[in-house]
């Protein structure tokens, strides 16, 4: 299969997979609109332990919504510091997230406990975030895909929505100069033991932050990364930052799913065989490919086993 061709089946397939998730998101709002018929006020449910806050970012101009969820044990008072994991897509992942958090780390278990830091947006509606994760989570622009993007997620939402790609560097520089101060300012969070996760754009994303700033983190979770986007430009990244390296001090986990194509497998191998070969003293690496599973089903399995690989 050709780069063109590669490139093409993707952008079908991310297409194809945000109208499952607008449509899905939709049938729930009008699902939430029904009247209970009982007379009985229904409180609504939340994950233990979680708080929502508002950042706003002046490289933006624009609030984020920051999902936190703290560990059983944590304490305000307490000098007790945390390892900490920041997670993209938050607007969708972050209960699954929070929750394969808990279930490894309480009761004690050999995991640690952790503050799961969740990035999301204020939304009208899940076009929103489709739109803005885009724009945020890609290192390049690619008109054609912008252009597919938002006639799809316009004619979903009945909105104008705008859909720009390449915004990662903007993104990545949020997180560093702006999140992340604030995080450790108010948390008991941990500033040497830090991990970033993603999934699918998520995964590029996290990809590019370890070539561009590995410093920022140490753990990466690279979920069914988007390296075919703009015909693999990643791994241009990965060579300049090889030419000027010797060293890439951090551990890294990537996984995808044995049905999600000959491109993504292709490519999580290269990536996996380029990284390798560079031979990088304090490097540590393990990739997975789960058998009999999708771009969709590996999502929760591949957390699962991104928490259990960073933190073992």
């Not at 929502?52 to 609030?63: A, G, I, M, P």
Request: hydrophobic residues 40%; proline residues 4%.
């Amino acid at each position: 299969m050709s780069n063109s061709t590669a490139f093409k089946f993707i952008n079908c397939f991310y297409i194809s997979f945000l109208l499952i998730l607008v449509i899905n998101d939709n049938a729930f709002s009008q699902r939430k609109s029904v009247k209970d018929s009982s007379a009985v006020q229904k409180a609504i449910a939340t994950i233990p332990n979680t708080e929502l806050r508002t950042v706003y970012s002046k490289l933006f101009d624009q609030e984020f919504n920051i999902f936190i969820q703290l560990p059983m044990t944590y304490n305000p008072n307490s000098s007790n510091m945390y390892p900490v994991m920041y997670v993209t897509d938050a607007n969708r992942c972050f209960p699954l997230v929070a929750n394969i958090s808990t279930l490894l780390g309480f009761p004690k278990t050999e995991f640690p406990e952790i503050i799961v830091v969740g990035i999301g947006y204020k939304i009208k509606g899940m076009e929103d975030w489709a739109a803005w994760r885009t724009r945020d989570l890609t290192p390049t622009n690619v008109p054609a895909t912008d252009k597919n993007t938002q006639e799809l997620l316009s004619a979903l939402s009945g909105r104008d929505i705008i859909v720009k790609s390449g915004g990662a560097t903007k993104f990545l520089d949020f997180i560093i100069s702006e999140l992340i101060p604030f995080i450790e300012s108010n948390y008991h969070v941990s500033k040497t033991d830090k991990a970033l996760a993603g999934y699918s754009y998520g995964g590029l994303f996290a990809l590019y932050a370890l070539f561009k700033h590995p410093e920022a983190f140490n753990r990466y979770f690279s979920g069914s990364p988007s390296i075919s986007w703009d015909k693999g430009s990643l791994f241009q990244f990965e060579e300049e930052y090889a030419k000027s390296h010797n060293d890439l001090n951090a551990r890294l986990f990537i996984s995808a799913g044995s049905l999600e194509g000959k491109a993504m497998l292709e490519n999580v191998e290269k990536m996996k065989s380029t990284l390798l070969s560079r031979n990088y003293p304090n490097f540590s690496f393990e990739s997975h490919i789960f058998d009999n599973e999708s771009h969709i089903s590996c999502y929760p399995t591949a957390y699962m086993r991104a928490f259990v690989t960073l933190y073992k």
